[in-house]
T-cell receptor
Framework: AQSVTQPDIHITVSEGASLELRCNYS??????LFWYVQSPGQGLQLLLK??????LVQGIKGFEAEFKRSQSSFNLRKPSVHWSDAAEYFC????????????FGKGTRLSVIA | DTAVSQTPKYLVTQMGNDKSIKCEQN?????MYWYKQDSKKFLKIMFS???????INETVPNRFSPKSPDKAHLNLHINSLELGDSAVYFC???????????FGPGTRLLVL
């Protein structure tokens, strides 16, 4: 069965600093990997996804993530964090076939300080 | 041009009541899902429907009954609400042959 681990429950960064949110997954086949962001009181917005091909994927809002099969990781990065990036970030894994539910990590809460 | 919409956005009710949450998507997707997000923000699948047919039913009390009148709608009815049902319920949809799911804004249910 799939599983996702986000080791960091809460991260605080200064505005303008770089950011890396960690995600490790466990899946027996080719993983389909996603990062979603949830702003306070809001729904889930898809930031980016990886299915195949280039292991460095670009997303919205200046985010990128790198798939490393050898480390079973899909870490999310941003070179310069803005105060509006403060939110909850979820990594998720899906299966190759469609209509398969996503398995989510427990989320990482990002706080941004001036 | 809302993609996945849910009503109501907030729902406050008493224990023992019966309530429904509605979900609609205008993306032309044929698969829809209900996820539950608990107080610790953990998201877990509850149900999945493909072309109006139930395909996934996780370990959810049978007080929860999903209904899909057509491919664009997936409603969630909850009987005899309990305190532990308090959570945020998210609807999502996708194409059968696509792994990307799009989420609604969530329904925040509080059972008193």
């Amino acid at each position: 069965a799939q599983s996702v681990t986000q080791p960091d429950i809460h991260i605080t960064v200064s505005e303008g600093a770089s950011l890396e949110l960690r995600c490790n997954y466990s899946y027996g086949a080719t993983p389909y990997l996603f990062w979603y962001v949830q702003s306070p009181g809001q729904g889930l917005q898809l930031l980016l996804k990886y299915f195949s091909g280039d292991t460095l994927v670009q997303g919205i809002k200046g985010f990128e993530a790198e798939f490393k099969r050898s480390q079973s990781s899909f870490n999310l990065r941003k070179p310069s964090v803005h105060w509006s990036d403060a939110a909850e970030y979820f990594c998720a894994v899906g299966a190759e076939s469609g209509n398969t539910p996503l398995v989510f990590g427990k989320g990482t809460r990002l706080s941004v300080i001036a | 041009d809302t993609a996945v919409s849910q009503t109501p956005k907030y729902l406050v009710t008493q224990m023992g009541n019966d309530k429904s949450i509605k979900c609609e998507q205008n993306l032309g997707h044929d698969t829809m899902y209900w996820y539950k997000q608990d107080s610790k923000k953990f998201l877990k699948i509850m149900f999945s429907y493909n072309n109006k047919e139930l395909i996934i039913n996780e370990t959810v009390p049978n007080r929860f009954s999903p209904k899909s009148p057509d491919k664009a709608h997936l409603n969630l009815h909850i009987n005899s609400l309990e305190l532990g049902d308090s959570a945020v319920y998210f609807c999502a949809s996708s194409h059968t042959d696509s792994e990307t799911q799009y989420f609604g804004p969530g329904t925040r249910l509080l059972v008193l």
